[in-house]
């Protein structure tokens, strides 16, 4: 019970913090995304973030519903999976939304790749590369807490590098006007690490036989 408490207030106050930073551009774009129209909501930085924050009662609940039904069948950890499964979900899918966001000459330009490591890194600025360790960094929390098999930092860092190299591919596939780098890859990874240590105390082990097991003999 302990651990679902700190688990919860870690969430809460992750949530909290991103509010009070963001809390004036957030509500620039709350009268458009409230009016339900997409410009200007759901094709912006803010408003994809209002919306991410605004559903996350809705996560909460779909959560809430896979808890009931794992306990039903007698699932054991089954705040703990149902959590991790909503929140690698509503936690990655927004950032890869902008991430994937057109830019205004999209189709008119083709792709452009930048494979040179390091190089991009002192343009993006601070901004530039908080945004790219969050990109991943829900996958990276929630991913180790659910499998078992991804219950190890190179490993996640792995699933990161991977990740981001599907998306970076598609922004040059797709002919977004956005640059494939190399760097983003880097730090997208990176993020995805950080954060798996943040959650390493809730990590998903796997089973080991118990070494008091007798052992079974064959017959001769």
């Known amino acids: 019970m302990t651990r679902k408490l700190s688990l919860l207030g870690t969430a809460l106050l992750g949530v909290a913090a991103v509010l009070f930073l963001l809390r004036r551009p957030l509500m620039m774009s709350a009268p458009t995304c409230m009016a339900g129209r997409w410009h200007g909501c759901l094709d ?3 408003g994809v973030v209002l919306m991410t924050l605004l559903t996350v ?3 909460v609940l779909v959560a809430g519903a896979l808890v009931w039904r794992r306990r039903a069948r007698g699932v054991p950890a089954a705040w703990r999976l149902s959590l991790a499964e909503v929140g690698m979900v509503h936690g990655t899918v ?3 939304w902008l991430v994937l966001m057109p830019g205004a000459a999209a189709g ?3 792709g452009r790749v930048s494979l040179v490591p390091l190089r991009d890194l002192a343009t993006m600025g601070a901004l530039g590369i908080t945004g790219n360790l969050l990109v991943f960094a829900a ?5 180790p807490m659910r499998y078992a098999a991804l219950a190890s ?7 990161g590098a991977g990740c ?3 998306v970076e591919t598609a922004q040059y596939v797709l002919r977004l006007d956005r640059v494939s780098s190399v760097d983003d890859v880097l730090v997208n990874a990176a993020g995805a690490a950080l954060a798996a240590l943040a959650s390493r105390r809730w990590w998903r082990v796997a089973a080991r036989p118990s070494s008091h097991t007798p052992a079974v003999r064959t017959a001769a």
């Open 164 to 166: 981001s190299v599907v």
């Open 94 to 96: 927004p950032f890869v």
């Open 44 to 46: 912006t930085f803010n």
């Open 139 to 143: 996958l990276g929390f929630f991913a």
């Open 57 to 59: 009662p809705l996560a």
């Open 153 to 159: 930092v190179p490993r996640v860092l792995a699933l």
């Open 108 to 110: 008119r330009v083709p």
